[in-house]
């Protein structure tokens, strides 16, 4: 823990002049990414040129609040009943009107609206049990009205909700770490909060886990962007990058157009905790308030504890082996098991986002 600031060099290391800021910025992330970690750094609330919120994003927290606490993650979506469905869908529409309400409020500011949100919360719920790292199917079952504005068709060329013509109004950039760092560390985290704060059962801790671990979903969503010819490449930060190479930080406000001089790395423990106000995320289930700000306090404890990048928390070699065997201890051998799985089958979509990393 401590101070890496000196690292971080007082000019632009390429000579270009900073690009202008988008005027929507899109963070995709998987649990346990260090995406937070990321938002610490980049600090949006400061940046003078951005639009957020009190929480940088979520706009689509509530659609996996309910989800698991209705027990909907822990069975496929071809199983939910139709009510089950429009409460999903319900709960994915009002989450997409609150985001465009703010990206007006941008738009008569003059600012650019940033918001982080994780990419399973936007895939196609019915997707999300069948993962497919090849083609797409070009129609989603489970769709949300998008003004007019955004044109008058509709194409679905990639697994979400939203149709492209809206996607491609927006920079996307996405966060990655190492499976089998990420993966143990989410199940970790969402078992403890199912514990402590009956977000979950053991069941939905288990569902919500596995069906988020996975980089295919990012994977298919930075190809996207990619074969889109009026779309940015998408800039893709891993946690050990970020960590151990500050650098990447600048790097990332020179290709977005965001203000360096508002990154920081190292801060101080000043008594206003984020999770506190979690539950504020989440109006449509007040009686759960405590359990939203618990899972909070338990998913952001080591951010909020910390008082600047801790390189330990990610090594630079990850012995998967002598890794499963921790989890054998911790977590018994099925689930141990099941994550190892989940690890060896996103090692390949890992490798393939972390050759195309930004990198200082």
Not at 6 to 35: C, E, F, I, W, Y
Not at 72 to 86: G, I, V
Not at 143 to 169: H, K
């Amino acid at each position: 823990m401590g101070s890496i600031g000196s690292a971080l060099p007082t000019q632009a290391s390429n000579g270009l002049s900073p690009a202008a800021p988008p005027k929507r910025l899109l963070l995709l992330s998987v649990p346990r990414t260090a995406s937070n970690l990321f938002l610490k750094v980049l600090n949006p609330g400061a940046q003078p040129a951005l639009k957020t919120n009190a929480f940088s994003g979520y706009f689509f927290y509530p659609v996996l609040s309910t989800a698991a606490l209705e027990g909907l993650t822990s069975k496929e979506a071809k199983d939910w009943t139709p009510q089950e469905r429009q409460r999903y869908l319900g709960l994915c529409q009002e989450s997409f009107d609150n985001l465009e309400g703010l990206s007006q409020e941008a738009t008569k500011e003059n600012k650019s609206i940033f918001t982080k949100e994780h990419v399973t919360w936007l895939i196609d719920p019915a997707m999300l049990f069948t993962l497919q790292t090849g083609s797409v199917r070009s129609e989603t079952p489970m769709r949300i009205n998008v003004s007019e504005e955004y044109g008058s068709s509709r194409t679905y060329t990639q697994p979400s909700i939203l149709p492209d013509e809206y996607l491609r109004t927006w920079q996307f950039a996405f966060t990655i770490r190492h499976p089998a760092l990420a993966w143990p560390s989410l199940y970790r985290a969402i078992k403890r909060a199912g514990e402590e704060g009956g977000f979950v059962d053991e069941d939905g801790a288990r569902g919500a886990s596995l069906s988020n671990m996975t980089f295919g979903w990012t994977r298919i969503m930075y190809d996207w962007c990619v074969a889109q010819p009026d779309v940015p490449t998408p800039p893709i930060i891993d946690a050990h990058d970020l960590i151990h190479t500050p650098e990447v930080a600048l790097k990332f406000c020179e290709q977005t157009g965001l203000d360096k001089t508002c990154l920081q790395f190292e801060w101080s423990k000043d008594g206003k905790k984020k999770s506190d106000h979690w539950g504020d995320l989440d109006k449509n289930r007040p009686d759960r308030m405590d359990a939203h700000r618990q899972a909070a306090n338990i998913l952001l404890g080591t951010l909020e504890a910390s008082t600047g990048l801790m390189k330990d928390r990610t090594p630079a070699h990850v012995d998967i082996e002598a890794e499963h065997a921790k989890w054998e201890v911790e977590f018994g051998k099925e689930m141990a098991g099941l994550i190892e799985k989940a690890v060896r089958n996103s090692m390949g979509d890992y490798e393939y986002l972390r050759a195309h990393r930004m990198q200082a």
